[in-house]
């Protein structure tokens, strides 16, 4: 895949971030009420009784912690091309993702009935560093049959 192509789907996938921290809290509530009514039918189908609160928690953070999961996967595949130790290629790919989750977090402490946290930037690098986990068993294990 080109560089440019991949630049082109780490720009999309940073504006979807911002697009969705940009929306005012009622806007923000409003859709992610929408899969809290659709997981706790399901659930409750299972016999699984949830708060509503509970799930809408578990959903926003999970819905945080897979942004940034794509995103690492995005930088991860853009990095991967330039010729770098582990230990560099990590810290480019950490490094970008806390980045783009600081500027995320301060975002929303201009948008009305938001705030940013310090704990959804931890919660943001959990995802990423899942991401990039992934990434690098994938691109070594590749580089490993390559080399042999």
Known sequence: ???YYKIILIALWVGFIYYNSLQP????????F???TFFQNIFLKLGINISTDT??????????MFEYFVL????????????FSKKRLFCYIFFSTILISVFDEVIQTFVVGRSGS???VGIDMLGGLIGI???FIFIYRKREKKNK
């Open 1 to 3: 895949m080109k560089k």
């Open 25 to 32: 809290a009622n806007i923000s509530s409003a859709q992610s």
């Open 34 to 36: 929408k899969f809290v």
């Open 55 to 64: 799930l809408s928690l578990i959903i926003r953070k999970g819905a945080h």
């Open 72 to 83: 690492a996967l995005l930088f991860s595949i853009f990095y991967k091309d330039f010729v």
């Open 118 to 120: 310090i704990v959804d």
């Open 133 to 135: 986990g992934l990434a």
